[in-house]
């Protein structure tokens, strides 16, 4: 069984430049969600996405967008990046919403930015 | 807000000796509690969880018990090994139903030594 896919997992991007990040869940599993994981700030709620649908949004600017395509994938886009947008970005996958369910994680994107 | 305390690292312990990683939680309802571990270069992996008050989550030797009355969850294994060398990290997902936004604590590195 696959587990979360995303690509690319290495990328290196300059301040002012966009990137788009792609996730394909576990076959069967609806809901995708993204966190950012760095140093300072530590693992953080990014978006969630279930059925197409942006259900829960974390504290975020504009700039970091996402949406998810009717066989589930996922991709997230970040605009006019920052020196502190570098980061481990990990996308995640549930099979639906429940507070129990268990999110299975990618290996993640690592976004570095010159 | 939630929130996730847990104890700073690194911690290092001798093969075979008992571990103890404290995280203590703030939620409002009902929340469900996950312990997830990362190793080097990898997303993260969940390790265990515990849906309600007085449940125990084990695997792999790990055990962590949902104590409402203390709003703990700590983790903990009796004999550890040098492969359990990783970031723990202590999670919460909320009552309300949204299980794709986890509050994450600031992760605990284990380093274990022959």
Redesign the interface.
Known sequence: KAGVTQTPRYLIKTRGQQVTLSCSPISGHRSVSWYQQTPGQGLQFLFEYFSETQRNKGNFPGRFSGRQFSNSRSEMNVSTLELGDSALYLCASSWGVSGANVLTFGAGSRLTVL | GDSVTQMEGPVTLSEEAFLTINCTYTATGY??L?W?VQYP??????LL?A?KADDKGSNKGFEATYRKETTSFHLEKGSVQVSDSAVY?C?L???????????????TRLQVTL
Do not use: I, M, R, V
């Open positions: 929340p469900s996950f997830y270069g990898e997303g993260l992996q969940l969880k849906t990290f999670a997902s909320d009552g309300t139903g949204t299980a794709s936004k986890l509050t994450f604590g600031t992760g």
